[in-house]
């Protein structure tokens, strides 16, 4: 990364550099009407193709950190717009040559474009084939939404009052926003337990850089690890594989490789990482549900004791 700078220079640099743009990837936890309004009026004469993905959550919504009626516009302005629940990064990327990255939402108080902004720290990033695929992951992996998704996101808003806001759910529906199921490389630790990782601090928001953020709090940081895709699908794995032989270390890194929805699919060593990785994190935090040893001083190998949910 390069220098630190003002959510006023990133808007002045966007400004410059969205007139002439082709392809806009932008990823923001919130997006508010104002950021919208402005963008569209400098990427109105180019038509660069676009995709923006917020956090999208009804809590955001109804706190008003995220507007349903700038969603709502940018679908019908023809931009490619995803939901990603577990969202936290805030990323603008223009063509393949410009990416910057930091704390400011597109929102009016995040680029500075309303009275009283918000002081955020931004930076640029090196362009490198690991930011771009980065970036490529987290569009991958994000639900497109539909006039109709937003529709049925408005109704579920319009039915709460004052009265029951503390009830407001912290994710949408099954049936309006399809939980996202493919699994990712991103989805599993990226490093040993008790360890951060680079990318968690680019996207605080993966599931093993959120466990890792609550390690100090051993019971929160248990919950979200049996949460965890990761974790969901190898006790999947083991319960369609009960009454067999308990699976070899290798045997499941072959059923990774096969499931993994990565381009391309990364090589069989690196899986054996985060599967290495992922197994101190079950010894740690589900041991009274898998039971991970080592026969005859071979490969790991994993049983399962029990089926909780």
């Known amino acids: 990364m390069g220098e630190l700078f003002s959510n006023q220079e990133l808007t002045k640099q966007l400004e410059q550099s969205l007139p002439s743009s082709h392809v806009v990837n932008i990823i923001s936890a919130f997006i508010t ?12 004469d180019n038509c660069p193709a676009i995709t923006l ?44 040559d410009l990416i910057f990255t930091g704390s400011a939402n597109m929102t009016g108080k995040g680029l500075a474009l309303v009275n009283e902004g918000n002081l955020e720290a931004c930076t640029k990033v090196s362009p490198s084939e690991s930011s771009k695929e980065f970036i490529k992951r987290v569009v991958n992996i994000s639900v497109v939404l539909t006039i109709e998704m937003i529709n049925k996101m408005q109704k579920i808003i319009a039915d709460f009052s004052n009265s029951n806001l503390i009830n407001i759910p912290k994710s949408w529906p099954e049936d309006v926003v399809p939980r996202i199921k493919d699994l990712f490389v991103s989805d599993f630790p990226l490093s040993k337990q008790g360890n951060n990782h680079e990318v968690y601090v680019v996207n605080p928001s993966l599931e093993f850089a959120i466990i890792e953020e609550n390690k100090s709090n051993f019971v929160v940081a248990q919950s979200q690890f049996k949460n965890s895709k990761a974790y969901c699908w190898l006790k999947k794995v083991l319960i369609e594989h009960k009454g067999d032989r308990d699976p070899s270390f290798g045997q499941i890194s072959s059923l990774l490789h096969d499931e993994l929805c990565d381009d391309p699919v990364p090589y069989r060593r690196d899986i054996k990482d985060i599967q290495a990785n992922l197994y101190e994190y079950v010894a740690l935090y589900a041991s009274e549900e898998i039971e991970v040893y080592v026969p005859g ?13």
């Open 297 to 309: 001083r071979r490969s790991q190998v994993l049983k399962l004791l029990c089926n909780k949910n």
């Open 53 to 96: 993905v917020g956090r999208l959550s009804p809590k955001d919504f109804i706190d008003g950190a995220s507007n349903i009626d700038a969603i709502r516009q940018c679908i019908l302005l023809g931009y490619t717009v995803k939901c990603l629940p577990n969202l936290h990064a805030k990323i603008y990327q223009i063509d393949d």
């Open 33 to 44: 009407k104002p950021a919208v309004s402005w963008f569209s009026d400098l990427t109105s």
